[in-house]
Nanobody, 123 residues
Framework: QAQLVTSGGGSVQSGGSLRLSCAAT?????????IGWFRQAPGADREEVLC????????NYRDLMKGRVAISRDSAKNIVYLQMSSLKPEDTAMYFC???????????????WGQGTQVTVIS
């Protein structure tokens, strides 16, 4: 059911870094979409981490990982990255990317979703 492919997760020690990738499963050009990154811990709601518009303006609503995340685009490869650093055990969650017409806190407004990738941070 996933329209996007989310990858790059894994297990990392506290203080470490990971770079997650978001790619389209079809001919979608991610450059035409706002790309949001979200996470969901066990028993918790899915939360926005960071979002970038099609014009690369950054948006966040809760600033969950302030100063520890960045989004970049590789237009040639049609991939959007989420770079995470200084990871903490509380960052442990399933991470998702989503594409939509604009950045929004309402998850239902995103048209396409990745299947998620697990990030586990150990202390």
């Amino acid at each position: 059911q996933a329209q996007l492919v989310t990858s790059g997760g894994g297990s990392v020690q506290s203080g470490g870094s990971l770079r997650l990738s978001c790619a389209a499963t079809t001919g979608l050009s991610l450059a035409d979409f706002a790309i949001g990154w979200f996470r969901q811990a066990p028993g918790a709601d899915r939360e926005e981490v960071l979002c970038t518009t099609s014009t690369n303006q950054l948006t966040n609503y809760r600033d969950l990982m302030k100063g520890r995340v960045a989004i970049s685009r590789d237009s040639a490869k049609n991939i959007v990255y989420l770079q995470m650093s200084s990871l903490k055990p509380e960052d442990t969650a399933m991470y998702f990317c989503a594409a939509g017409s604009s950045c929004d806190y309402l998850l239902s407004l995103y048209n396409y979703w990745g299947q998620g990738t697990q990030v586990t941070v150990i202390s």
